[in-house]
């Protein structure tokens, strides 16, 4: 699966945000939920209309952002 298929960024929609194609729902609003522990189920079912693949591409679009880019961490911190 290519994130392409499942992620659009226009400028009209969400200022420019990244979301998955068709919806305003932003993919930082799926990462937060991911990151918060929700599962799959739990999100498809706060945002009906989103299927698996969605959720799959939002993960798979953060990930080719992590591969560009390095956000710089303290040493010793937690």
Known sequence: MKWQDRISVDPLV?????CVKGT?????VILD???AGLTHTAILKSY???KNEDIDGCVAYAAE???ERVLPLTPGAA
């Open 14 to 18: 969400c200022h420019g945000k990244a």
């Open 48 to 50: 009906p209309t989103l």
């Open 24 to 28: 305003r729902i932003m993919v930082s």
């Open 33 to 35: 939920n991911l990151a």
């Open 65 to 67: 952002l992590a591969r």
